[in-house]
């Protein structure tokens, strides 16, 4: 038999994780490819947790945390071998003697 004065525990969700938008909007800037699925994920980030899908709102925050960090990192890879190139073909100039003048 139960007890009517026995309390119980009440059940809290988790708290929302957060959208990431900002790394989905770092994804447009840095490298677009991945922004589809970056705003993608981050857009599902509330609905999967009302719905009470606490892991599957959790992997969306991460996921588009994670597609925003791998834009910027392909962009500083980008730029590192442009600046790469540009710095070889101006010894390459160098040294070959060519000169704009």
């Given amino acids: 038999m139960t007890d009517p004065n026995q309390q119980y525990q009440q059940y809290a969700?988790?708290?929302l994780?957060?959208?990431n938008a900002g790394w989905a909007v770092a994804a447009v800037?840095?490298?677009w490819p991945v922004a589809f699925s970056a705003f993608n994920h981050s857009s599902n980030v509330y609905?999967?947790?009302a719905m009470g899908d606490f892991q599957g709102a959790q992997?969306?925050?991460d996921r588009a945390k994670k597609l925003g960090q791998i834009a910027l990192w392909v962009?500083?890879?980008f730029v590192l071998v442009f600046v790469l190139f540009y710095v070889?073909?101006?010894a390459l100039l160098v040294n070959s003697g060519w000169s704009a003048v």
């Fill in 17 to 19: 994780p957060p959208t």
């Fill in 47 to 49: 609905p999967r947790w």
């Fill in 88 to 90: 070889l073909m101006f």
């Fill in 75 to 77: 962009w500083v890879a």
């Fill in 13 to 15: 969700p988790p708290p």
């Fill in 29 to 31: 800037i840095f490298f």
């Fill in 59 to 61: 992997y969306a925050s």
